[in-house]
C-alpha cells in the first residue's frame, strides 16, 4: 500500500532504532568517513549491505510493512494523531489547502509564473493568448490596485493552481469596479483562493461594482473562492456586489463564497449575491456545483433590492447549488429575495436553501422565495429537485407581498420539490402566500409542504385579498396550471384580512386551477378550506406507500431516510431541520416544560455530527424582558444542556440561543460560529400547571389542561391539537 508522508517518517523511525541497536556504530562510522558526501541513509545502507544481509532483506521489505495497519490495532491512540495530522496537512479538499471542490491540474506549458505581488501586479492585459499561474501563497500588506479596465481589461488565462491570495484590501471611492481583477472579457479564472478578503468601497455620482475574484467581466470562473467580506454603496446609482463577481456572465462552477455580502445605495438599484450580483448576458451561461454560506443585504433607499444566496439576478441555468446564510432585501420600491437566485428566469435543478429568507419595502411589492424569489420572464424556466428549510417571509407596508417556500412568483412547472420552512407574507394590499409558490400559474407536481403559511393583509380595499395555501397561495390565472400529486404536511395555514375580513383566500391545497390527487395532513390548524381529495394520518405521512401511491418515483428521485420523517430528494443533504438550520446549525429542542407560574425547563441537544466549543448562551425573554435563568447544567454522557428558567406569564416567549461550533464540526456544509437561531413559544393558560408530557409519533409534546397540545416539531414549535 502507498505510505502517507507521515506513516513513512514512523516507518523510518522505528525501521532505524531497530537496525542500529543491532550494527556496530564503528561500522556506521566508518562509512561515513569513507564517504564524506554520502548522505546518512546511504551510509546505513552500506553498513547494512557488509554486515547483515538479513537486515538488507528486511530493508527491501519496508515499504510492503503495514505500519499504519500496525498501528491501528496496537495504539488507537497514535493512530487517531497521524490521522489528523494527515487531514491536517491535506484538507478535505484539494489544493495547497485543502480548501479547493476540484483537483488541480498542473499549468499549461507556456503559462507564465508568479510568486510575488509584483509579478501580479504586472499581468499583461488586453492578450487572448497570455497565461499565468501561481507558484505559492501571495500575501497583499497594502491597498490593493484592481488588475484591469473597461478599456484595458484582463483577456488570458489565470491559473491560481490552488494557492491563496489573502488580504486582498480595497477601501475608500477610487474604483469603479473593485476586485482582485477589476474588468475581464473572455477570460479563464481559476483554481485561485481568496482569504481575509476586505472591499469596502463608496461612489457618490456613479454606480460600483465589487466581486473578490473580479467586479465586471465575462468568461469562465472555475474552482475558485472567497471568505473575507465585500461591502459596496452608492448615493445616487447601482451597486453590484457578488462574492466571486459582481456583475458579468460566462460559464461559473465549484466555486463557493463564506465572507458577508453587503449591497446599498440611496437611489439606485440594488443586486447582491453569494457567487454574483447581476448577470448581464445569458450568453454560454450557467452556475453549477457551486455555494454560498455567508449572510447576503441588499438595500435601496428609493429603487429596487434584489438578495440571492447564489445570485442577485439571473438568467441562466444553474444546478447542483446551495445557500445556508441569510437573505435579506430591502427596498424603498420592489424588493426580490431568494435562497438561490432573487430574479431571473431559466431553469433550477438540484438545488437547496437552508437559510431565512426575508423581503420587505415601504412603498413596493415583494417577493421572496426558498429557491428563487421572482420570475422575471415567461420563458420556460421550471424548478426540479429542491427543497427549503429557511422560513421565507415578506412584508410590504403599502403594496402587495409573495412569499414562498420554493418561489415567490413563479410562471413555470414546479416538480418534485419541497419545503419545511415557516412562510409569512404580510402586507397592506394583497398578501400572497404558498407553501411552494406564492402567486403565478405555474403547474405543482410530486411536491409536500410541512411548513406553517400565513398570508396577512391590512387594507380595507374590496380588491385586497389575502391568500394562502399549502402548496399554492394564489393562481393568477383560474383556468388550466394544476396541483396533483402534492401532500400538504403543515401544522397551521390561515389568512386573515383585518381591513375587510371577508376578503380571504384559504385552502389546504391552494387558491385557484385544476386539482387532483392531492393529500393533506389531518388535523391542519387555521382557516383553510379543505381542497385536498383525502385526508392521511401523521403515521400514513411518514409511509413511503403514501407516496409511491401518488405516482412519485423512489427508485431516482426520492427516499425515506432513517431518522427523517418525510421523503428527501436522492443525491442532496436531507433537509429535516435536525441535523441543518439557518447557516448549517442548529441546537433542536427535545424538551419544554410549558409550567405558568413555576419554574420552567429548556433542554437542548447538538445537531447530529455538531461538535460545540462551549455550552450554549441561552435567554428567554417575554414582553421585552428577560426572564432568569436560574439553574444550568450538562450531561456529557447524553450530550444535553439542560436550564432551569423563573415563571412566565400566559402569552407568547422568545427563546435565543447561540453557541461557537468546533472546528471537528466541519464536515458538515454550511457551519459557521456564532450562528444564532429563535423559537416562538406560546404558552397557555394557567391552568395547563397539570399538563404531562407525552410522547406522538416521535414527536415531544405537552398536553395541558384544557386540551391543548404543544408540538416540538423540530423548528420552530407549533401548537397543534392532537385527535384522539
Known sequence: MKKSTYSK???????????????????????????????????????????????????????????????????????????????????TGYGSNGKFLAPIEPPAADSIPISTRAELEAIKLNDRNIKYHLTNDIILSDQWIPIGTTTNSFRGTFDGQGYVIHNLRIIGSNYIYNGLFGNTSSATIKNVGLEDTYIDVYLDSSSVYAGAIYASGNGVTSNCYNTGNITAASSSRSVYVGGIYASGYGETTLCYNTGIITADSLSGSVYAGGIHGYQSSTSNSSISNSYNTGSISASSSSSSSSAGGISGNNSSSVLNCYNTGIISSTANNSAYSGGINASGYHSLSDCY?????????????????????????????????????????????????????????????????????????????????????????????????????????????????????????????????????CVVLSNQISAENTGRPANIRCYLIGYGGSKANNLALSGILGSAENDADRFISQYEAEQESTYTGLGWDFENVWEMVEGFAYPQLRGLPSGDANYYDVEGFHLSTTKLDLCVGTRSTITLTPAYGVVLDGPPAVSVRQDGEYIEIVESSYDEDRDVYEYVFERVDEGEAKIEFSAYCSKESSGIPGITANTVSQQVIKFAKADTAEGRFIQVNGLFSFKSGDGKVFLLKNHPIYIRKLPE
Not at 445 to 467: D, H, I, K, P
Open 9 to 91: 517518517v514512523l516507518s523510518l523511525v522505528i525501521l532505524t532504532a531497530m537496525l542500529l541497536s543491532m550494527l556496530p556504530l564503528a561500522s556506521f562510522s566508518a562509512a561515513a568517513e569513507t564517504i564524506p558526501e554520502i548522505t546518512a541513509i546511504q551510509a546505513l545502507d552500506k553498513v547494512i549491505e557488509e554486515n547483515s544481509p538479513e537486515l538488507a532483506e528486511l530493508v527491501s521489505m519496508a515499504d510492503d510493512f503495514d505500519i499504519e495497519d500496525t498501528i491501528a490495532k496496537n495504539s488507537p491512540e497514535l493512530s487517531s494523531i497521524i490521522e489528523m495530522a494527515e487531514k491536517t496537512q491535506a484538507g
Open 353 to 485: 436553501n437552508l437559510g431565512d429568507v426575508i423581503s420587505t419595502s415601504s412603498s413596493g411589492s415583494v417577493y421572496a422565495g426558498g429557491i428563487r424569489g421572482y420570475q422575471s420572464n415567461t420563458i420556460s424556466s421550471p424548478i426540479l429537485s429542491c427543497y427549503n428549510s429557511g422560513d421565507v417571509t415578506a412584508y410590504a407596508s403599502t403594496s402587495s407581498s409573495h412569499a414562498g417556500g420554493i418561489s415567490g412568483s413563479n410562471i413555470s412547472p414546479i416538480s418534485n420539490c419541497y419545503s419545511i420552512g415557516n412562510i409569512t407574507s404580510d402586507a397592506y394590499n394583497n398578501a400572497s402566500a404558498g407553501g411552494i409558490y406564492a402567486s403565478g400559474n405555474g403547474s405543482l407536481s410530486n411536491c409536500y409542504n410541512a411548513g406553517n403559511v400565513e398570508a396577512v393583509t391590512t387594507s380595507n380595499s374590496s380588491l385586497a385579498y389575502a391568500n394562502a395555501g399549502g402548496i399554492r397561495g394564489y393562481l393568477s390565472n383560474t383556468t388550466g396550471n394544476s396541483v396533483q400529486n
